[in-house]
Structures are given as structure tokens and as C-alpha cells.
């Protein structure tokens, strides 16, 4: 009696572990709800946004690599390739390239309270939009509802920057100035023009802002990438499930 009770246990908990894991094959192989597959959307954004910011708000995340690091217009090319005929010139614009990346950096870190806010307000079409997109849909999302805010947090901060003394009483938006004073004399006067030289006059703080979000979208998007093609990118099972689907 007591060896069929034991037969009867080991059955009884056999069967029901079977039945445990063809329940849990069938809720992992369902079909996914809309809700489902919003909040995986979400997911997928909140940790590919906080670690495009991230990545970006360390120490050179923007100088140091060279797919994001912010240059000068390329209206400046010209003086850029001449800086050296200007005594200091090489290293007044390596100065101002410095800062306006260092300034990115800094902008970078305050950035995810932004992107976190417009993922919360994505809806279920959105979500479904999203998914069924090109493989920059989400970061495309992303741009397009938080653009302007991003621009309002970047600009003052690279202004500031571009407005602080790199040296004694000398900041970079001065000696940019100096820079493209001294070049649009020479562009400006007869001979600069017969030889076809022309003025550099440029908004810098808002190219230069312009370029720091380019560079953000661009982490996202790889961000973004990663999460749709690589399945150990997909860090937990809502994510498995949405993009494994």
C-alpha cells in the first residue's frame, strides 16, 4: 500500500510539472495582445534611450568618437585648413571643438527625463505603428515628440560652454569670433573675392546644438538596431516575446 501510494505521488507531481510546462509553452507561444506589444515597445525605448544617453554623457561619449564627435560647420572648412597660417589658430579650434563636445556631454546626461515622459504618452497604434515599421521606426517616433524639447535643454547648455573662458579672458564663442573675424576681412576685401574666397557667418550655438542631437538619434537608432536583430540584446521575456514574434 505504501509503495503505491509512493508510485501514485511521483505520477501525480510527474503530471503535473508536464502540465506546468505546456501551460508555460503556451502562454510564451499566444498570440501577443496590443497591450502586449505597447509595453514592450516601451520597454525596448526606455532601455535603448537611457543607454544612448548614457553612453553619450561619459567623459568623451561625444569627443571621443568619431560617428558623433561634434566638428565645426563646414562652412569653416576654409579656415580650418588654414588655421595654421593664423599664429595659435590649430589650437584655438581644437579648444572650441573640445568644449562644444564636452558641452554635448554634459546635455546628454539630463536627456532622459524627456525621452521617458514621450515613451509613457505613446499609444497602442503608435506601438503597433512602431513595430511594424522600418528598423528606425521607434527612433523616428522618438524625434519627431521630442525634438524641440531637446533642442530647448541642449542649446543653453553648449551656449554656456561656448561662452566660458578656455583661457584668461578668452572663451570659445570669442575665439571663434576672432577666428572668422580676421577670415571674412580677407574674404570680404577685393582680392579674397577675385580669389573666390567667401565670409563665414553662421549661428553656431544652433548648428552646433543641431549636430549634439543628430548624434543622440544616432545612439538611439543603433540603440534601436540592436534590440530588433540581436536576441541577446532583448534582456527579458516581454521583450523576447514582442520582437521574437
Known amino acids: 500500500m505504501k509503495l ?10 510527474s503530471s503535473c510539472a508536464e502540465l506546468m510546462n505546456i501551460a508555460d509553452s503556451a502562454s510564451t507561444s499566444a498570440p501577443l495582445s496590443k497591450t502586449e506589444i505597447a509595453d514592450g ?25 568619431p560617428l558623433v564627435k561634434i566638428l565645426l560647420p563646414k562652412e569653416a572648412d576654409i579656415i580650418v585648413e588654414n588655421a595654421n597660417k593664423i599664429p595659435g589658430g590649430d589650437k584655438v579650434i581644437e579648444d572650441v571643438v573640445i568644449h562644444i563636445n564636452r558641452a554635448a556631454e554634459s546635455a546628454a546626461k539630463e536627456a532622459t527625463p ?22 528606425d521606426a521607434a527612433t523616428q517616433y522618438l524625434k519627431q515628440t521630442t525634438y524641440t524639447q531637446l ?23 570669442m575665439s571663434w569670433d576672432l577666428l572668422t573675424d580676421k577670415w571674412n576681412m580677407i574674404a570680404d576685401n577685393p582680392f579674397g573675392k577675385m580669389a573666390g574666397l567667401h565670409a563665414v557667418n553662421i549661428d553656431l550655438d544652433k548648428y552646433l546644438t543641431e549636430q549634439a542631437l543628430n548624434g543622440l538619434f544616432i ?3 543603433q540603440e534601436e538596431s540592436l534590440i530588433r536583430k540581436d536576441p541577446m540584446a532583448r534582456v527579458n521575456d516581454i521583450l523576447k516575446r514582442v520582437f521574437g514574434s
Do not use: R, W
Open 219 to 221: 545612439k538611439i537608432a
Open 151 to 173: 533642442f530647448d535643454l541642449y542649446q543653453p547648455i553648449i551656449q554656456k560652454s561656448l561662452d566660458k573662458e578656455i583661457a584668461a579672458g578668452i572663451s570659445p564663442n
Open 4 to 13: 503505491f501510494t509512493i508510485l501514485f505521488t511521483i505520477i501525480t507531481l
Open 41 to 65: 515597445l516601451k520597454e525596448a525605448l526606455y532601455l535603448g534611450t537611457d543607454s544612448a544617453s548614457t553612453q553619450l554623457g561619459h567623459l568623451n561619449g561625444y569627443y571621443g568618437d
Open 114 to 135: 524627456i525621452f521617458e515622459q514621450a515613451i509613457k504618452n505613446m499609444s497602442i497604434p503608435d506601438a503597433l505603428s512602431i513595430l511594424n515599421g522600418n528598423d
